[in-house]
């Protein structure tokens, strides 16, 4: 199992940067995604990175802006958002899983979530 926290949310204009860490605890060998919901939207995904970093996936509407990296040695994956939009307001979740899913139902371990909300 694992166990995972989020951190690094906020408030933010249109155009400005948020970097979101998520640390993880127990068997850290996974891979791992980030996924985002809005209020009255199913949870989508984002990004994920595989344990090795050789392997990146994203979202279209985040490609381009936003960075998922990986510090193995700190147990900790990063998510940097750049040139944000206000259609990115949601609360993100940090996600681990044996392999990749684009389905969030696929991912069996879950942060309690950080609320990023950007303000036009």
């Known amino acids: 199992q694992v166990q995972l926290v989020e951190s690094g949310g906020g408030l933010v204009q249109a155009g400005g940067s948020l970097r979101l860490s998520c640390a993880a605890s127990?068997?850290?060998?996974?891979?791992m995604g980030w996924f985002r919901q809005a209020p009255g939207k199913e949870r989508e995904f984002v990004a994920a990175i595989t344990w090795s970093s050789l392997d990146t996936y994203y979202a279209d509407s985040v490609k381009g802006r936003f960075t998922i990296s990986r510090d193995n040695a700190k147990n900790t994956v990063y998510l940097q958002m750049n040139s944000l939009k206000p259609e990115d307001t949601a609360v993100y979740y940090c996600?681990?899983?044996?392999?990749?899913?684009?389905?969030?139902?696929?991912?069996?371990?879950w942060g309690q979530g950080t609320q990023v909300t950007v303000s036009s």
């Open positions: 127990g068997r850290s060998r996974y891979t």
């Open positions: 996600a681990g899983e044996t392999t990749y899913y684009y389905r969030a139902a696929s991912w069996n371990y």
